[in-house]
């Protein structure tokens, strides 16, 4: 039984950082590919980052240049660092895990965390 645990959410500014914590069980990360996504209200959700320790990282266009996925195998911990936020970045994040590879066809994970709010205002 895969378990991911969402954390680091918050309200910020426009133009100001925030790092969301996703914490696995059972030595995930090293594992499985992993993933963020986020939903706003009234959208679907996207798939905004994913990372394959053995080899794979993918960023979606939105937030290329802005955001960085990580993992640390020793506390089986997934990250999303987040900086120069916008107001369009606001949604539920959703840390995701799954067993196939590649860490970007989004449409297979199927291990989710209970998501984490960002909101950002202008």
């Known amino acids: 039984q895969v378990q991911l645990v969402e954390s680091g959410g918050g309200s910020v500014q426009a133009g100001r950082s925030l790092r969301l914590s996703c914490s696995a069980s059972g030595n995930i990360v090293s594992r499985y590919s992993m993933a963020w996504f986020r939903q706003a209200p009234g959208k679907e959700r996207e798939g905004v980052a994913a990372?394959?320790?053995?080899?794979?990282?993918f960023y979606a266009d939105s937030v290329k240049g802005r955001f960085t996925i990580s993992l640390d195998n020793a506390k089986d911990t997934l990250y999303l660092q987040m900086n120069s936020l916008k107001p369009e970045d606001t949604a539920m994040y959703y840390c995701?895990?799954?067993?196939?590879?590649?860490?970007?066809?989004?449409?297979?994970?199927?291990?989710w965390g209970q998501g984490t709010q960002v909101t950002v205002s202008s």
């Open positions: 995701a895990a799954k067993s196939t590879w590649p860490p970007e066809a989004f449409n297979e994970y199927s291990n």
């Open positions: 990372i394959y320790l053995g080899g794979g990282l």
